[in-house]
């Protein structure tokens, strides 16, 4: 298999892990979405250790260590990102046990050209006419979403705009996926354990066994989802890794409509529609673009 094919699997088998997530949360009774979040955050650290060392990237965790200990800018951004991070992985777990996966998965619809326009203000990239479109495209949906319900959901301007300034805070950090990662778990670790201590159950695992193997399954299918994510990233082109993004919120859309039966009204198309067509022509003006530099 050429690195192209391979990176292609990846980065479709990293879509399908990641919306694998809701659906699991479901299983996880009698927790709610604060304390699967917990307990996700602390099962997570020994398995991202555990991967990093099959991968030989424990040498980059040291250096990045190293960093935090040189740059005190760095240390004080680390736990800006960890909470961003933070919020969304909360989000994330809560959302498919309150009925709101639909709100999410139009956020991930809108986060792509979010993006466009935090390149264009913040970078002065130049926005291409299709990419215009797109984001006229995009503010029909919002407006008809705005007109329609009366107030745009939280949830989606959450998971629209919660990622951006994580992204670019990122961006400025030049930590590496891995060593960034387990970081930002690492800082998030006393909260976890004091929302476990606080406000969990009792007895959990008296009262729930089968959370024993449920809980560090949580952890691993977050872990291999990252992973295939960030080698799929390394293997492809970015605008083609860019396009086959755009597959997790229409399988998000999917698994909160046919498997999580939550509700949609006919007027929502009217939304969504615009959206989807917004991603289509910013997917055409990727894929020009990818032809363009062959």
């Known amino acids: 298999m050429s690195l192209s094919a391979r990176g292609v699997a990846l980065s479709l088998g990293a879509s399908c892990l990641f919306v694998l997530i809701p659906p699991y949360v479901r ?5 709610d979405g604060l304390q699967v979040f917990a307990q996700r955050v602390l099962w997570s650290i020994p398995v991202i250790l555990l991967l990093m060392c099959l991968t030989r990237q424990v040498p ?4 990045a260590l190293r960093r935090l200990r040189s740059e005190p800018r760095l240390a004080l951004a680390l736990p ?14 809560w959302a498919p046990l309150a009925g709101r996966m639909l709100d999410v998965s139009l956020g991930y619809f809108l986060l792509p050209l979010v993006m466009v326009l935090v390149g264009r203000l913040f970078y002065g990239e130049r926005l291409r006419p299709l990419l215009r479109l797109a984001v006229a495209c995009a503010v ?8 329609y319900s009366g107030a745009f959901s939280w949830v989606t301007l959450l998971a629209a705009l919660g990622y951006p300034p994580y992204f670019m805070l990122r961006r400025w950090m030049r930590l590496d996926a891995f060593s960034g990662f387990i970081l930002e778990m690492l800082v ?9 201590l606080a406000y969990g159950p009792s007895s959990l695992f008296s009262q729930a066994p089968q959370l024993l193997w ?4 949580l952890a691993l299918l977050s872990a291999l989802a990252f992973a295939a994510m960030m080698a799929s990233s390394r293997l492809l082109p970015l605008g083609l890794f860019g396009i086959l993004s755009y597959l997790e919120p229409l ?3 999917l698994v909160a409509l046919f498997w999580l039966d939550e509700a949609f009204s006919a007027g929502q198309w009217l939304t969504y529609l615009p959206i989807w067509l917004a991603i289509a022509l910013t997917v055409c003006d990727s894929v020009r673009l990818l032809w363009r530099t062959r």
């Open 27 to 31: 299983v996880l009774q009698p927790l």
């Open 80 to 93: 800006l990102a960890a909470a961003l991070m933070g919020v969304q992985w909360a989000l994330f777990v």
């Open 251 to 253: 399988l998000l859309f």
């Open 214 to 217: 449920l809980l560090p399954g």
């Open 60 to 63: 980059l965790l040291l250096q």
């Open 188 to 196: 998030l670790a006393p909260l976890a354990v004091y929302l476990v």
């Open 140 to 147: 029909v949906g919002v407006a008809h979403e705005w007109w």
